[in-house]
């Protein structure tokens, strides 16, 4: 027949110096380890000091150790190493001592499995609160790069490779030159000028979509407001932003690059400018808005010169149908061959309108010269509509008279 256990001393008051001996404390210990069927050290996390008054140790924790049941667990099992931030309660100023932090963070690494630093960059909030360590993070900001940046100080970190930046972190400009110049390495960028590569894409592909949010979606606005020592020709850019084409000063700023490029020093070089020239050289948005056509990039961005668009590979669409631009060119083209006397019209023909970029407005008449200044002329001379029959020659002394 079993016989109950008998109550033990610590149930009533005990005699005075009782929790002074060892033996005393460890019969304690032993005796409590058997009623909450302990079986390993892990198993007393779950001890706390109310326990142990209920237990009738309240004299033991008051008289030996300060109230506090890890240091009774500690001279109970001093072998073993008690991790503090596993009980329900750490101990009083446990976070405030930078060694503590540090230790439960080697521990925490251990136990995620990180290897490597870079590893800490997946560490976020719920690690913290899953593992006893949300006071720690709320210490610092609830920022868990925070948190590892103080007590891993020996390493490089890049903030933005954390799950969350530290709150304003973005605000700080200098932090903005970090992120590009760490960017442009990933990246491949070796000078400058490979910064005109950049995409929307390669920022939000490598932890800047913040960064972009803040700049309004624009890796242009960035770059110029982290590195405004260099002189960024926007036109470069992939995608130089939807308004950059319609600001005159961006585009006659673009000509005077592009004619620095080409090597054109005075205005009569530009009528060497073709489409291919504004392709190949960031100008294809520009040159697109305008029918394709230089001349008509060159008259909206250049009006202060007297542009002739006959001197230009191609004239706009419908551009010798109107009346006024044929007599514009054979008042031009009489002016360069000297033409004073109307006698003297009489040797431009075929040939030298084809040599003085006329063959676009001859082919036009079937390369015959009276039909041309007839078109041109007739309607200033009404009565040369009554001689049409006298010869051509005849004919075309009056229109020019």
């Given at each position: 027949?079993?016989?109950?256990?008998?109550?033990?001393?610590?149930?009533d008051?005990?005699?005075?110096?009782?929790?002074?001996?060892?033996?005393?404390r460890?019969?304690?210990?032993?005796?409590?380890?058997?009623?909450?069927?302990v079986?390993?050290?892990?198993d007393?996390?779950?001890?706390?000091?109310?326990t142990?008054?209920?237990?009738?140790?309240?004299g033991?924790?008051?008289?030996?150790?300060?109230?506090?049941?890890?240091?009774?667990?500690?001279?109970?099992?001093?072998?073993?190493?008690?991790?503090?931030?596993?009980?329900?309660?750490?101990?009083?100023g446990f976070?405030?001592?930078?060694?503590?932090?540090?230790?439960?963070?080697?521990?925490?690494?251990?136990?995620?499995g990180?290897?490597?630093?870079?590893?800490?960059?997946?560490?976020?909030?719920?690690?913290?609160?899953?593992?006893?360590?949300?006071?720690?993070?709320?210490?610092?900001?609830?920022?868990?790069?925070?948190?590892?940046?103080?007590?891993?100080?020996?390493?490089?970190?890049k903030?933005?490779?954390?799950?969350?930046?530290?709150?304003?972190?973005?605000?700080d400009?200098?932090?903005?030159?970090?992120?590009?110049?760490?960017l442009?390495?990933?990246?491949?960028?070796?000078?400058?000028?490979?910064?005109y590569?950049?995409?929307?894409?390669?920022?939000?592909?490598?932890?800047?979509?913040?960064?972009l949010?803040?700049?309004?979606?624009?890796?242009?606005?960035i770059?110029?407001?982290?590195?405004?020592?260099?002189?960024w020709?926007?036109?470069k850019?992939?995608?130089?932003?939807?308004?950059?084409?319609?600001n005159p000063?961006?585009?006659?700023a673009y000509?005077?690059?592009?004619?620095?490029?080409l090597?054109?020093?005075?205005?009569?070089?530009?009528?060497?400018?073709?489409?291919?020239?504004?392709?190949?050289?960031?100008?294809?948005?520009?040159?697109?808005?305008?029918?394709?056509?230089?001349?008509?990039?060159?008259?909206?961005?250049?009006?202060?010169y007297?542009w002739k668009?006959?001197?230009?590979?191609?004239?706009?669409?419908?551009?010798?149908?109107?009346?006024?631009?044929?007599?514009r060119?054979?008042?031009w083209?009489?002016?360069?061959l000297?033409?004073?006397?109307?006698?003297?019209?009489n040797?431009?023909?075929?040939?030298?309108?084809?040599?003085n970029?006329?063959?676009?407005?001859i082919?036009?008449y079937?390369?015959i010269?009276?039909?041309?200044?007839?078109?041109?002329?007739?309607?200033?001379?009404p009565?040369?509509?009554?001689?049409?029959?006298?010869?051509?020659?005849r004919?075309?002394?009056?229109?020019?008279?």
């Amino acid at each position: 027949m079993d016989h109950p256990e008998p109550r033990p001393i610590w149930y009533d008051h005990v005699p005075p110096g009782f929790w002074r001996r060892s033996a005393n404390r460890r019969a304690f210990m032993e005796w409590l380890e058997r009623k909450l069927d302990v079986r390993k050290p892990e198993d007393w996390y779950e001890l706390t000091s109310a326990t142990i008054r209920r237990f009738g140790g309240r004299g033991l924790l008051q008289q030996c150790f300060g109230g506090s049941a890890l240091a009774l667990l500690q001279e109970y099992l001093p072998w073993y190493d008690w991790k503090e931030w596993l009980f329900p309660q750490v101990p009083r100023g446990f976070w405030m001592d930078l060694a503590n932090c540090r230790r439960y963070l080697e521990w925490l690494g251990e136990k995620l499995g990180f290897d490597e630093p870079e590893d800490w960059y997946c560490i976020d909030h719920r690690h913290f609160n899953e593992n006893r360590g949300a006071t720690l993070l709320a210490r610092y900001g609830a920022s868990p790069s925070a948190v590892v940046k103080t007590f891993f100080p020996e390493h490089d970190w890049k903030e933005w490779l954390f799950h969350h930046c530290p709150r304003n972190f973005w605000a700080d400009p200098a932090n903005h030159r970090r992120y590009l110049e760490w960017l442009g390495g990933e990246l491949g960028f070796e000078n400058m000028e490979d910064w005109y590569q950049i995409k929307t894409d390669d920022l939000m592909l490598h932890r800047g979509a913040s960064l972009l949010c803040k700049f309004d979606f624009s890796p242009i606005a960035i770059l110029m407001s982290t590195f405004p020592e260099y002189p960024w020709q926007i036109w470069k850019f992939r995608y130089p932003g939807k308004r950059f084409w319609g600001n005159p000063a961006h585009c006659r700023a673009y000509l005077d690059w592009l004619g620095t490029r080409l090597g054109y020093t005075t205005y009569e070089d530009w009528y060497q400018v073709t489409y291919d020239d504004f392709s190949n050289n960031h100008g294809l948005s520009l040159i697109s808005q305008f029918q394709s056509l230089p001349f008509a990039v060159m008259r909206e961005y250049m009006p202060e010169y007297d542009w002739k668009e006959w001197l230009f590979q191609r004239v706009p669409r419908g551009f010798w149908s109107d009346r006024d631009n044929r007599r514009r060119y054979l008042e031009w083209l009489a002016e360069k061959l000297g033409v004073r006397d109307p006698e003297e019209w009489n040797r431009i023909g075929t040939h030298t309108l084809i040599r003085n970029h006329g063959k676009s407005v001859i082919r036009a008449y079937g390369y015959i010269v009276d039909d041309l200044f007839l078109d041109t002329f007739a309607e200033d001379h009404p009565a040369i509509r009554g001689i049409l029959g006298r010869g051509r020659r005849r004919l075309r002394r009056l229109v020019i008279r």
